[in-house]
């Protein structure tokens, strides 16, 4: 319990990181921003187009009597459309991650820097495109299996009772330990820790990813707070990036920052 009220911490500490550093959390709502419409015009296509497409992949359906053959369509594009809500969940973090790669970096990079006790932060040394070549591969490897966990929990949805008590709780458990990895990627990917040792690192402390994690992904699930808070997320994955590790971390002084705030008489 300790460590899920400290996952939690990690989370308001990321958000207040960026709310000091305006210009830090202008550069980080570009990239949620540029997802955010590409999403929303895919939804809309599909909203509007679903149910032909549903038509033109069911011909088989096409000799049923009425209204079996409308009632069986339009349960398939409900079906189709809620997958897509699950899909664009699942992988809005890794597309906004892949898609603001320099500038998650570089905030990323300004919050260890902020925090080191000797003022610097890790560095790859790799180019940028290979960067990109490796986040976008691990995404897609985290993506598969999040939609494997998804595919399994939608069909255990089915189950009396079950389907819709104890299944939706571990679902956003597990949203939420997919969307910590992606997170923290980005600081634990420019340290050299590959994808095979962040989970192992992530599972060793699962009720801290988990107090981190899950209520973001339950925060995701509102229109539009995805975008504002993936700068403050990015800024906390990195500060509990540095404790996964064992780095020394120097920690700031909300009185430091009230007498910055507050002038003096």
């Given at each position: 319990?300790?460590?899920l009220g400290?996952?939690?911490?990690?989370l308001?500490?990321?958000?207040?990181?960026?709310?000091?550093?305006?210009?830090?959390?202008?550069?980080?709502?570009?990239?949620g921003?540029?997802?955010?419409?590409?999403?929303?015009?895919?939804?809309?296509?599909?909203?509007?187009?679903?149910?032909d497409?549903?038509?033109?992949s069911t011909?088989f359906?096409?000799h049923?009597?009425?209204?079996?053959r409308?009632?069986?369509?339009?349960?398939?594009?409900?079906?189709?459309?809620a997958?897509?809500?699950?899909?664009?969940v699942?992988?809005?973090?890794?597309?906004t991650?892949?898609?603001?790669?320099?500038?998650?970096?570089?905030l990323?990079?300004?919050v260890?820097?902020?925090?080191?006790?000797?003022?610097?932060?890790?560095e790859s040394?790799?180019?940028?495109?290979?960067?990109l070549?490796?986040?976008?591969?691990?995404?897609?490897?985290?993506v598969?299996?999040?939609l494997?966990?998804?595919v399994l929990?939608?069909?255990l949805?089915?189950?009396?009772?079950?389907?819709?008590?104890?299944?939706?709780?571990?679902?956003?458990?597990?949203?939420?330990?997919?969307?910590?990895?992606?997170l923290?990627a980005?600081a634990?990917?420019?340290?050299?820790?590959?994808?095979?040792?962040?989970?192992t690192l992530?599972r060793?402390?699962?009720t801290?990813?988990?107090?981190?994690?899950?209520?973001?992904?339950?925060?995701?699930?509102?229109?539009?707070?995805?975008?504002?808070?993936?700068p403050?997320?990015?800024a906390?994955?990195t500060?509990m990036?540095?404790?996964?590790?064992g780095?020394?971390?120097?920690?700031?002084?909300?009185?430091?920052?009230?007498?910055q705030a507050?002038?003096g008489?």
């Amino acid at each position: 319990m300790r460590d899920l009220g400290a996952g939690f911490h990690y989370l308001l500490k990321g958000q207040r990181w960026v709310a000091r550093h305006g210009k830090q959390y202008g550069f980080g709502l570009i990239p949620g921003l540029i997802t955010l419409v590409l999403y929303a015009v895919a939804l809309v296509a599909l909203a509007t187009w679903g149910g032909d497409a549903v038509s033109w992949s069911t011909p088989f359906a096409d000799h049923w009597s009425s209204p079996w053959r409308g009632l069986f369509r339009e349960f398939l594009t409900v079906v189709l459309f809620a997958l897509a809500l699950l899909l664009a969940v699942l992988t809005f973090t890794a597309v906004t991650l892949l898609i603001g790669q320099p500038f998650y970096e570089n905030l990323s990079e300004k919050v260890d820097r902020d925090v080191s006790p000797d003022g610097t932060a890790p560095e790859s040394g790799l180019p940028l495109w290979r960067e990109l070549w490796i986040s976008a591969r691990d995404s897609l490897r985290i993506v598969v299996r999040a939609l494997l966990w998804a595919v399994l929990l939608f069909a255990l949805g089915f189950v009396p009772v079950v389907g819709q008590t104890v299944v939706p709780v571990i679902g956003f458990f597990v949203t939420g330990f997919f969307l910590t990895e992606e997170l923290t990627a980005v600081a634990l990917q420019r340290r050299g820790v590959d994808l095979r040792a962040r989970l192992t690192l992530l599972r060793s402390r699962k009720t801290l990813i988990w107090g981190f994690g899950t209520p973001l992904g339950l925060s995701f699930l509102v229109p539009f707070v995805a975008v504002f808070l993936m700068p403050g997320a990015v800024a906390g994955a990195t500060l509990m990036a540095r404790e996964l590790l064992g780095e020394e971390t120097r920690e700031e002084s909300d009185e430091e920052d009230d007498a910055q705030a507050v002038p003096g008489p």
